[in-house]
């Protein structure tokens, strides 16, 4: 035995050396495609990431340097989407035309979609109101004089550009990622507040509605994912930037938990309620408050997955919509990355059933038939998109349900490319408000 041990370091290093003699020109093939003539393409840190895997983060970019051809042609994908961005932005919350109810003009403003003037629009009554509600029906007014525009930019830009500069080491990604962060976020000429007090109002009857907290919950959290990028030493992201970013959060997160609208939307029922919880989390765990985190995926077993999905996996708050496949699939997105969230915690939400049978792998095969393209979709839907429930799929396949795995093969490939392998995490696919 003792002789064996006393080997063990000389064959170990003897290993370790032929595996660098073949990965170290691999990835210096690799990264020579993507980096500028004599730039050293440093060793890969995962980074730690919130929602997304940054482990296996890591694990794609040793492989892209490595050429895997597969990863490679998802790069491509990733990139172009990156290239688009450059040179558009920064987006600024006080470029609005006129600022948001509170005279401010650092507070965020966005207007309900879904509702619409009921009159003709005179001197007398320039909004036309009294304003009705048309379910899945998106008023083209929410686009223009206020910040949700700019917003969705800002969270989709710098998502794809900080992932894009992980994997290439392109630095006018990260650069330019920086400055959309610290523009909207950070500067104080600049920054917004860290509040939604004025998110979703309905002209002449709120000023500001809780609901419009889902404004940032559906998609924050992989603002979060990218701030863990930008963290592993991208170049233009700096102290100041990450010291802000940290207060920023905290500041936000302390308005979720503690302010009325964020109590209000806490106790919705539908999705609303999905993503707040997996929004609170991640946030928590970003800013480390690891209690926080785990308490609030630990409570959306019996909070969220007992009331909100059948014993058939169906979610019938979802269904009631005029867009029931589009919010099945974006309630989804919150629970699996509320559930990514929870396995760092400690927490399998995947592994939970509800006193009916009710699970998230239950919720996911529900849709499988519509996502294969095996069987219509037997609900209302103004506006079917296959493509939308692919991430979600995926995301159970990866957790261990068979029937995911099998179906993965027959998904529909998104607009922008299946980017699964480089950001294992959910997305909302099909794109639209509320």
Known sequence: ????????????????????????????????????????????VAPQTVVIDGKRMRQARIALDRGDPALRATVKSLTAQADSWLGKGPWTVTDKPKPAPSGDPHDYLSQAPYWWPSQPKTDANPWGCPYVQRDGERNPEVDTGTDRPDIGKVFNSTTTLSLAWYYTGKKEYAEHAARILRTWFVDPATRMNPNLNHGQFIPCKYEGRAIGIIDFSQQYTSVLDALAILGTGAPGWTSGDRAGMRTWNKDFLDWLVNSPFGKEESAAKNNHGTFMDMQVAGLALATGDRSLARKTVLDARTKRIDPQIAAD??????????????????????????????????????AYEGPQGQSLFKAVDYLLPAATGAAPWPHPELEFKRFAASDIVHAAADAGDREARAAVPRLETPPGGDLWALRPAAEQLDSIAG
């Open 313 to 350: 996996g169906s979610q019938p708050q979802e269904l009631t919509r005029t867009r029931s496949w589009h919010y099945s699939t974006f309630d989804l997105v919150a629970y699996t990355r509320l559930a990514a969230i929870g396995e760092q915690v400690g927490v399998n939400l995947w």
């Open 1 to 44: 035995m003792s002789g064996t041990t006393r080997r063990r370091p000389a064959v170990l290093i003897a290993v370790l050396a032929t595996v660098a003699a073949v990965l170290v020109p691999a990835a210096s093939s690799a990264a020579s495609s993507a980096q500028p003539s004599g730039h050293h393409r440093a060793a890969p």
